[in-house]
C-alpha cells in the first residue's frame, strides 16, 4: 500500500522560507518520480516540482530559482525547500505518484504566506 505524508506547512511572512516534507511508504523515492503540487483557493491544482528516478528535476516557471526539490533515499523521502516565499505561494502542497495506472496523492500540508 502506497502512503504519502506530507508535513512542514505553516504561516511565514513574505520574504521568508519553509521546507516541505513527504515520506513515502509502499514505494522507494529513488525509483520512480514523485512531484510536489499545490491549489490555491478556487484556483485549479498546479504542478510545483518533479523529481525523476534518475535525479533529474523539473520546476513550474513561477517558482524556479526560489524553490528546490530533492529526496533522501534512506529517508524514503522527499523534500520542497520554499524561499524567498509570496503570498501567490499561499496553497495547499500536495506530494504526488503514480504506480502502474495508479495515482497516490498525500493529505496535504496548507502553505500560507502573509504579507
Known amino acids: 500500500q502506497v502512503q504519502l505524508v506530507e508535513s512542514g506547512g505553516g504561516l511565514v511572512q513574505t520574504g521568508g522560507s519553509l521546507r516541505l516534507s513527504c515520506a513515502a511508504s509502499g514505494i522507494s523515492v529513488s525509483a520512480r518520480t514523485l512531484g510536489w503540487y499545490r491549489q490555491a483557493p478556487g484556483k485549479q491544482r498546479e504542478l510545483v516540482a518533479t523529481?525523476?528516478?534518475?535525479?533529474?528535476?523539473n520546476y513550474a516557471d513561477s517558482v524556479k530559482v526560489r524553490f528546490t526539490i530533492s529526496r533522501d533515499n534512506v529517508k524514503n523521502t522527499v523534500y520542497l525547500q520554499m524561499n524567498s516565499l509570496k503570498s501567490d505561494d499561499t496553497a495547499v502542497y500536495y506530494c504526488?505518484?503514480?504506480?502502474?495506472?495508479?495515482?497516490?496523492w498525500g493529505q496535504g500540508t496548507q502553505v500560507t504566506v502573509s504579507s
Open positions: 504526488y505518484t503514480r504506480r502502474s495506472s495508479d495515482d497516490y
Open positions: 523529481i525523476g528516478s534518475g535525479g533529474i528535476t
